[in-house]
């Protein structure tokens, strides 16, 4: 398209100019709304510019140009040569990327995010962060991007102080010798209970736990790091079934030693006043409030951390961005610091994900509503019931096991990763595992199928051609659409949002299943065939690719 206007304008600037796919096949296949642009800088109509644009493309017919034909005030609207687009296609099959542009190389990104709570066990609302981080610490390490992923742990706080007296006055030595995150959690509820007490003289000796925990007391401090270790196996144990690794487990703790120094520094740039005992950065003027820095007991909070945090991920990583996946709720916090992280000094982007809230069938998530459920037994739960799925298909299924693992973790993430992060989403077994319609398993088993229509050819010697040829308007549109493979990650990552990524291939999919039922492929001349094939391959590649940047698996056979 650029060559349009480079020769009808020469001497300006038009790397920004695109084509972009039209809303209608009506409309030929690609448009550019650049004339209207253009307007501005070149002093024209944009009709005019449209025009000249217009009589060049005639003129020399670069060789992906079809037709082009003016409309409105001034589009181009472009139908493409079947030359070109099997050419494209070519080359999109034979790159490991699959036409996803490497807009990340040599650059690095720091991504938090899951980041639960220690001491406690992983539950339904544990998945959104989870879920959704992974799938955009995935979709970055495709575009090039250096990632760092770092589970931001809260492992520090007034919770330690009551778990380390619970622990060794209410749990029996069998529960000692045999901790585990449920015993800490009973150890909680228990301890905390006693701190609730009239007398509190429970609440004080928890509060003296702390103190010694903060001042390096050798006995609390070896507890806790039993507690944290514990938990960090508990946490690993559901990231192993969902896919998702880390490279780092910093959790809030590892910042104590820093907090001091950059609340000094605060001081010293007179961003933080003492305000009833505090230590407060007044933004009002933001319209963000007043953010405690230091709480009148002397303790830091949430936001120190944060604020030690990215000094040191800056130092360390020198990442071009940062980027924090937690829900909705953290909005102001994140508002804040970032704001004051500015004023500090801070240069690398700081990108806050906000998700929304997740309800349990149609019910709010709460522990009063008892649906608190825990994800292990969620995981659990949607094994069991796409292992009898897959039974009542396949009743002598060899690794029913294996499939069931794959389809249930796949349909528990897609019923997350197919909504915008930011809204707030029911969860739904009939809607996660349904076979039809939007859902991980409608994927997983249209990936299945085209493994296996490949197979059926292979079986008749037929192989999918080398070089494409798309004839039909069901074609053409599929093949439009995985060229839009790349452009999409890319569009995914810009707005942290993996559901962009999976509309796509949901739209993918429905295109291939109509291209499917029009067009004839194992009964089809051998040439057609071939073609055809090269299409489905080429579609079953960018399925599984897509799918495993939601972290996804694609079994062959279902
Ligand atoms: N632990 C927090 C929570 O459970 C999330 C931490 C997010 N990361 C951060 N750097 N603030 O909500």
Same mark, same amino acid.
């Given at each position: 398209?650029?060559?349009?206007f480079?020769?009808?304008?020469?001497?300006?600037?038009?790397?920004?100019?695109?084509?972009?796919?039209?809303?209608?096949?009506?409309?030929?296949d690609?448009?550019?709304?650049?004339?209207?642009?253009?307007?501005?800088?070149?002093?024209?109509?944009?009709?005019?510019?449209?025009?000249?644009?217009y009589a060049?493309?005639?003129?020399?017919?670069?060789?992906?140009?079809?037709?082009?034909?003016?409309a409105?005030?001034g589009?181009?609207?472009?139908?493409?040569?079947?030359?070109?687009?099997a050419?494209?296609?070519?080359?999109?099959?034979?790159?490991?990327?699959?036409g996803?542009p490497q807009?990340?190389?040599?650059?690095?990104?720091?991504?938090?995010?899951?980041?639960? =709570?220690?001491?406690?066990?992983?539950?339904?609302?544990?998945?959104?962060?989870?879920v959704?981080? =992974?799938?955009?610490?995935?979709i970055?390490?495709?575009?090039?991007?250096?990632?760092?992923?770092?589970?931001?742990l809260?492992?520090?706080?007034?919770?330690?102080g009551?778990?380390?007296?619970?622990?060794?006055?209410?749990?029996?030595q069998?529960?000692?010798?045999?901790?585990?995150?449920?015993?800490?959690?009973?150890?909680?509820?228990?301890?905390?209970?006693?701190?609730k007490e009239?007398?509190?003289?429970?609440?004080?000796?928890?509060?003296?736990?702390?103190?010694?925990?903060?001042?390096?007391?050798?006995?609390?401090?070896?507890?806790?790091?039993?507690?944290?270790?514990?938990?960090?196996?508990?946490?690993?144990?559901?990231?192993?079934k969902l896919?998702?690794?880390?490279?780092?487990?910093?959790?809030?703790?590892?910042?104590?030693?820093?907090?001091?120094?950059?609340?000094?520094?605060?001081?010293?740039?007179?961003?933080?006043?003492?305000s009833?005992?505090?230590l407060?950065?007044?933004?009002?003027?933001?319209?963000?409030?007043?953010?405690?820095v230091?709480?009148?007991?002397?303790?830091?909070n949430?936001?120190?951390?944060?604020?030690?945090?990215?000094?040191?991920?800056?130092?360390?990583?020198?990442?071009?961005?940062?980027?924090?996946v937690?829900?909705?709720?953290?909005?102001l916090?994140f508002k804040?610091?970032? =704001?004051?992280?500015?004023?500090?000094?801070?240069?690398?982007?700081?990108?806050?994900?906000?998700f929304?809230?997740m309800?349990?069938?149609?019910?709010?998530?709460?522990?009063?509503?008892?649906n608190?459920?825990?994800?292990?037994?969620?995981?659990?739960?949607?094994?069991?019931?796409?292992?009898?799925?897959?039974?009542s298909?396949?009743?002598?299924?060899?690794?029913?096991?294996?499939?069931?693992?794959?389809?249930?973790?796949?349909?528990?993430?897609?019923?997350?990763?197919?909504?915008?992060?930011?809204?707030?989403?029911?969860?739904?077994?009939?809607?996660?595992?349904?076979?039809e319609?939007?859902?991980?398993?409608?994927l997983?088993?249209?990936?299945?199928?085209?493994?296996?229509?490949?197979?059926?050819?292979?079986?008749?010697?037929?192989?999918?051609?080398?070089?494409?040829a798309?004839?039909?308007?069901?074609?053409?549109?599929?093949?439009?659409?995985?060229?839009?493979?790349?452009?999409?990650?890319l569009?995914?990552?810009e707005?942290?949002?993996?559901s962009?990524?999976?509309?796509?291939?949901?739209q993918?999919a429905?295109?291939?299943?109509?291209?499917?039922?029009?067009?004839?492929?194992?009964?089809?001349?051998?040439?057609?065939?071939?073609a055809?094939?090269a299409?489905?391959?080429?579609?079953?590649?960018?399925?599984?690719?897509?799918?495993?940047l939601?972290?996804?698996?694609?079994?062959?056979?279902?």
């Amino acid at each position: 398209m650029k060559c349009g206007f480079e020769a009808a304008f020469p001497g300006n600037d038009f790397s920004k100019v695109k084509a972009l796919p039209a809303t209608d096949p009506k409309f030929g296949d690609f448009q550019c709304n650049d004339a209207l642009a253009g307007a501005k800088v070149l002093h024209l109509p944009p009709r005019k510019i449209a025009e000249a644009v217009y009589a060049k493309l005639m003129e020399s017919k670069p060789a992906f140009v079809d037709k082009v034909e003016l409309a409105g005030p001034g589009f181009l609207n472009i139908t493409v040569s079947a030359d070109w687009l099997a050419a494209q296609l070519a080359a999109l099959g034979a790159q490991d990327t699959l036409g996803i542009p490497q807009t990340g190389a040599g650059k690095r990104v720091v991504l938090d995010y899951s980041s639960p =709570n220690a001491a406690k066990q992983m539950h339904i609302g544990h998945i959104r962060s989870t879920v959704i981080g =992974n799938a955009i610490d995935r979709i970055f390490r495709a575009l090039g991007y250096n990632v760092v992923a770092d589970n931001h742990l809260g492992d520090w706080g007034t919770q330690f102080g009551i778990l380390i007296k619970g622990y060794r006055e209410l749990l029996t030595q069998e529960e000692r010798d045999n901790l585990s995150v449920p015993y800490l959690e009973k150890c909680y509820v228990l301890s905390a209970a006693k701190a609730k007490e009239e007398d509190g003289v429970w609440k004080e000796a928890c509060k003296a736990e702390l103190v010694k925990l903060q001042q390096g007391d050798p006995d609390n401090l070896a507890l806790w790091k039993k507690f944290i270790e514990i938990s960090i196996n508990e946490f690993n144990r559901m990231y192993d079934k969902l896919g998702v690794k880390f490279d780092t487990y910093r959790g809030e703790s590892y910042y104590n030693d820093t907090m001091p120094g950059v609340v000094a520094r605060l001081q010293e740039m007179g961003l933080a006043v003492e305000s009833e005992g505090a230590l407060v950065v007044n933004l009002e003027e933001e319209k963000l409030g007043v953010a405690i820095v230091r709480k009148s007991d002397g303790g830091y909070n949430y936001t120190t951390s944060d604020l030690a945090c990215v000094e040191m991920r800056v130092d360390e990583y020198a990442p071009e961005r940062i980027i924090y996946v937690t829900d909705a709720r953290q909005q102001l916090h994140f508002k804040q610091w970032f =704001n004051i992280a500015g004023k500090m000094g801070v240069t690398a982007k700081l990108v806050h994900v906000p998700f929304g809230l997740m309800s349990y069938q149609g019910k709010a998530i709460s522990t009063r509503e008892g649906n608190l459920i825990k994800l292990d037994e969620l995981l659990a739960e949607a094994v069991r019931r796409s292992k009898e799925i897959v039974l009542s298909r396949t009743p002598d299924c060899p690794n029913a096991d294996q499939l069931a693992q794959a389809i249930g973790y796949g349909a528990v993430k897609y019923s997350d990763l197919s909504h915008d992060p930011i809204t707030d989403i029911d969860f739904s077994w009939d809607k996660a595992l349904a076979l039809e319609g939007n859902s991980g398993p409608y994927l997983q088993y249209a990936y299945a199928r085209v493994c296996s229509l490949l197979d059926k050819a292979a079986a008749m010697e037929a192989r999918p051609a080398e070089t494409f040829a798309v004839v039909e308007p069901a074609e053409k549109q599929l093949a439009l659409q995985l060229l839009q493979f790349g452009p999409t990650v890319l569009r995914a990552a810009e707005n942290y949002k993996p559901s962009v990524l999976a509309d796509y291939l949901f739209q993918t999919a429905q295109l291939y299943s109509s291209f499917y039922q029009r067009s004839p492929i194992l009964r089809s001349e051998p040439d057609v065939r071939d073609a055809r094939l090269a299409l489905c391959a080429l579609f079953g590649k960018v399925l599984s690719k897509g799918l495993s940047l939601l972290g996804i698996e694609t079994p062959k056979r279902i």
